[in-house]
């Protein structure tokens, strides 16, 4: 299981906003220690749940390159889970059958 900076219980389908990083330990190059860095400040989907509650996130940049990083509790703040695919088909049959037409 793993929890936010406030506690919150954060799932496999959570969106999480990474407020910080702290890349010490890491030997990143410049130019990858700035893509790494602008993950602060962004809504990213976590990717998995490790055996320690850590939470992994991923960011794309340009079609062959993506980084992931890991992120402890502190570093960053859960923003709402997203909904299923079943979710979502009985949202739009829902609207559907609320909008008036020629049907």
Same mark, same amino acid.
């Given at each position: 299981?793993?929890?936010?900076?406030?506690?919150r /219980?954060?799932? +496999?389908?959570?969106?999480?906003?990474?407020?910080?990083?702290?890349?010490?330990?890491?030997?990143?190059?410049?130019?990858t220690r700035d +893509?790494?860095?602008?993950?602060?400040?962004?809504?990213?989907? /976590?990717? &998995?749940?490790? #055996?320690y509650?850590?939470?992994?996130?991923? +960011?794309?940049?340009?079609?062959? #390159?993506?980084?992931?990083? +890991?992120? #402890?509790? &502190? &570093?960053? &703040?859960?923003?709402?889970?997203?909904?299923?695919?079943?979710?979502?088909?009985?949202?739009?049959?829902?609207?559907?059958a609320?909008?008036p037409?020629?049907?």
């Amino acid at each position: 299981m793993a929890v936010d900076c406030n506690g919150r /219980v954060v799932t +496999k389908r959570s969106l999480v906003r990474v407020i910080t990083f702290d890349p010490t330990g890491f030997q990143f190059d410049t130019k990858t220690r700035d +893509k790494v860095m602008s993950f602060i400040g962004d809504i990213c989907a /976590v990717t &998995e749940i490790d #055996e320690y509650g850590y939470v992994w996130v991923s +960011k794309d940049f340009g079609p062959y #390159e993506h980084h992931t990083i +890991k992120l #402890e509790p &502190e &570093e960053y &703040e859960w923003v709402s889970d997203r909904p299923t695919l079943i979710q979502k088909f009985v949202r739009a049959l829902m609207a559907w059958a609320r909008v008036p037409s020629s049907r």
